[in-house]
DNA sequence: CGAATATACATAGATTTATGATGTATTACA
DNA sequence: TGTAATACATCATAAATCTATGTATATTCG
């Protein structure tokens, strides 16, 4: 309750959330393709640890989007008693490895197309003036 | 009419639009301060020429962009009669200039966080296995 | 020891951004 | 002459994420 009103109270600036949009699944299907298994928590801290705590996925994101994943087949979920906790463990199924390549590079093919907008080479903006 | 239709038959295939979230503003912002001023429809035109045919803003994403940034001050627009035809020229206010830098450097450095994800340098995946 | 923090899950509702569908009208071209 | 291109506009809807909230266990530190 109190950590909640102190999380409001010192954001710490990360992106604005909307370029998040279409990425986070990317980026998770992709830090499950290096490792077996992760569990949602895990997956939170890892993203924040790779990204410099740039980015950090909140739960209403994360958990919906493991939820869906799984229904539709990308993942395979297992949970595991941890002491009297649960834990969540996922991974991807096979044809979750397709999904995976194919969003890691429609996502790629993405940044490159804006890449070339945003730092065009010489004559990209011909119409220039 | 038909048009339209023929569109949905035949979408070109472009990029989910989810990826496109949050970086609509800054790629026509830089457009706007790459040239002294454009008008909505010529800006359809060169995005789809800078990206190859794969970014193509719909009417209904540009128009209502536009007239926010006008609202808000990024933008300055003038209506000028072509004949008989409308055109509103757009162009980037001293203010917009400034949002102009501020939010081409957020999405470049969001850029690099989410490339520094997904091609991960050795070591980056230290929690590996 | 007790309180604060970290771990770990979950979901409902609000927000944001872009699109789809539609409308109007002029101009160019074949 | 009619089809495509130019050029504006708006409303309803969809999709993705976040905010806020809830529950509960485990660890750490003063």
């Given at each position: 309750?109190?950590?909640?009103?102190?999380?409001?109270?010192?954001?710490?600036?990360?992106?604005?959330?909307?370029?998040?949009?279409?990425?986070?699944?990317?980026?998770?299907?992709?830090l499950l393709s290096?490792?077996?298994?992760?569990?949602?928590?895990?997956?939170?801290?890892?993203?924040?640890?790779?990204?410099?705590?740039?980015?950090?996925?909140?739960?209403?994101?994360?958990y919906p989007l493991?939820?869906?994943?799984?229904?539709?087949?990308?993942?395979?979920?297992?949970?595991?008693?941890?002491?009297?906790?649960?834990?969540?463990?996922?991974?991807?199924?096979?044809?979750?490895?397709?999904?995976?390549?194919?969003?890691?590079?429609?996502?790629?093919?993405?940044?490159?197309?804006?890449?070339?907008?945003?730092?065009?080479?010489?004559?990209?903006?011909?119409?220039?003036?």
């Amino acid at each position: 309750m109190y950590i909640r009103i102190i999380e409001r109270l010192m954001p710490f600036q990360m992106y604005s959330k909307e370029l998040l949009k279409g990425t986070l699944k990317p980026i998770i299907l992709k830090l499950l393709s290096e490792k077996e298994s992760m569990y949602g928590y895990e997956i939170v801290q890892a993203v924040k640890e790779l990204s410099a705590g740039k980015i950090v996925i909140k739960e209403g994101s994360l958990y919906p989007l493991l939820h869906s994943l799984t229904k539709d087949g990308t993942l395979e979920a297992e949970a595991v008693m941890i002491g009297k906790r649960i834990r969540k463990y996922y991974r991807l199924s096979q044809k979750g490895k397709t999904v995976t390549t194919e969003s890691l590079s429609e996502l790629q093919n993405f940044i490159k197309t804006i890449e070339q907008i945003i730092y065009p080479k010489e004559g990209d903006y011909a119409f220039k003036n």
